[in-house]
């Protein structure tokens, strides 16, 4: 038996290794997880306790439109509760935008090197995907707008861009709207929106208000801490969250994820401690690799790509047995730079200090 032919070839997405099962591998204690953009602090401490509260409703399904959630967030962000839709991740919204709107001979418009599920998508649904290579590490929004043609459908903006973390700034995302045509979806995704410290950084939300067809995506997976709950929500016009409704899967997230996402939400002093110790880390981090001469783009998520001159699986390799994993860049379409998420004080002087040794092994630093 085969599968549809739009499935076949496509890639498998590889999550890295279990801590644990790293742990017993290399026999050491002590290993940090630097590798997949988590939140290192955790999550809020009203979380658990708030989970404890459903704990006699285990055998009932969860409300299907996260009614409590919905409203609170809505008042959070100050829209129409009307204007969000919740996913399994936000990568489910990205799967429902691509059912609801994307089928053979329509096109879908990215950066060359960004999110992959983008294009795993557009591709499942036989549409194609119209890639357009980065810019200093960032959206190039000009080439983008004169690949958009009749056939476009969406075009994808990820904002701040993973891997590069590099994001798009305010007059440039209106610019772009301005001069796009009608009939074109946008989908911001904005899973790092929270840990963005430039005055520059669009907000989007303020857009929907007179663009229709935004659709703004966010997590609740980083800086709140709960990857664990697959907690993502989207921000679109009544209209488009209806159409996305009619795709979305039955009770798609569940009542522990809801009542997680609805206590996290609650404490936004944990988001901004957060966000302070990311800055701290960033600033931490890139001082020292100046000092070292190895090149880095701006990062405004909670992760850095960086530059080592040399292949990243040796890199990737050589940090693993000494504790420390990161992503390999070659994984990435970076094959000489490794990706690093902002941890604690401690982890990222550990990844520090790891790195240093790594490259005086290596030749690369004296």
């Known amino acids: 038996m085969k599968p549809k032919s739009t499935v076949q070839g496509l890639p498998v997405y590889q999550p890295g290794k279990p801590l644990e099962e790293v742990k017993r591998e290399l026999?050491?204690?002590?290993?940090?997880?630097?590798?997949?953009?988590?939140?290192?602090f955790g999550c809020s401490d009203r979380v658990w306790p708030a989970l404890s509260e459903v704990r006699d409703s285990f055998h009932l399904y969860p409300e299907g439109l996260a009614?409590?959630?919905?409203?609170k967030l809505a008042e959070h962000l100050e829209v129409d509760p009307l204007r969000l839709i919740f996913g399994n991740g936000s990568d489910e919204i990205v799967q429902m935008i691509g059912?609801?709107?994307?089928?053979?001979?329509?096109?879908?418009?990215?950066?060359?090197?960004?999110f992959p599920r983008y294009e795993t998508h557009t591709r499942i649904e036989g549409a194609t995907a119209v890639k357009i290579p980065l810019k200093d590490g960032t959206h190039d929004l000009e080439a983008m707008l004169a690949a958009v043609n009749e056939k476009t459908r969406v075009v994808w903006i990820c904002n701040p861009n993973n891997p590069t973390g590099t994001i798009v700034g305010r007059d440039e995302l209106t610019a772009f709207?301005?001069?796009?045509?009608?009939?074109v979806l946008v989908v911001i995704d904005e899973a790092y929106h929270e840990y963005v410290t430039d005055p520059s950084y669009p907000d989007t939300v303020s857009l929907l208000?007179?663009?229709?067809?935004?659709?703004?995506?966010?997590t609740f997976s980083k800086i709140y801490g709960l990857a664990a709950f697959r907690v993502?929500?989207?921000?679109?016009h009544p209209d488009v969250i209806r159409e996305l409704n009619r795709v979305r899967e039955p009770f798609n997230v569940n009542r522990l994820a809801q009542k997680a996402a609805l206590a996290a939400l609650e404490d936004q002093s944990f988001v901004w401690y957060c966000r302070n110790q990311n800055r701290r880390g960033i600033d931490l981090i890139t001082k020292k690799l100046d000092e070292w001469g190895l090149p880095y783009y701006p990062a405004h998520g909670n992760f850095i790509l960086l530059e080592t001159g040399i292949h990243s699986?040796?890199?990737?390799?050589?940090?693993?047995?000494?504790?420390?994993?990161?992503?390999?860049?070659?994984?990435?379409?970076?094959?000489?730079?490794?990706?690093?998420?902002?941890?604690?004080?401690?982890?990222?002087?550990?990844?520090l200090e790891a790195l240093e040794s790594c490259l005086k092994r290596k030749k690369r630093l004296s």
Request: hydrophobic share 40%; aromatic share 6%; net charge negative.
């Open 27 to 40: 026999g050491l204690e002590h290993v940090i997880k630097l590798a997949s953009n988590e939140n290192p």
């Open 67 to 71: 009614p409590e959630l919905r409203e």
């Open 99 to 114: 059912r609801a709107y994307l089928e053979p001979g329509a096109e879908s418009v990215m950066a060359e090197i960004t």
């Open 177 to 183: 709207l301005d001069q796009l045509p009608e009939h």
């Open 209 to 218: 208000d007179y663009d229709p067809r935004i659709v703004i995506l966010r």
């Open 232 to 236: 993502g929500y989207g921000i679109a």
């Open 313 to 351: 699986s040796e890199v990737f390799e050589d940090l693993l047995h000494q504790g420390v994993i990161v992503r390999a860049g070659h994984l990435l379409g970076h094959p000489n730079h490794i990706r690093v998420t902002v941890g604690t004080e401690e982890q990222n002087v550990r990844f």
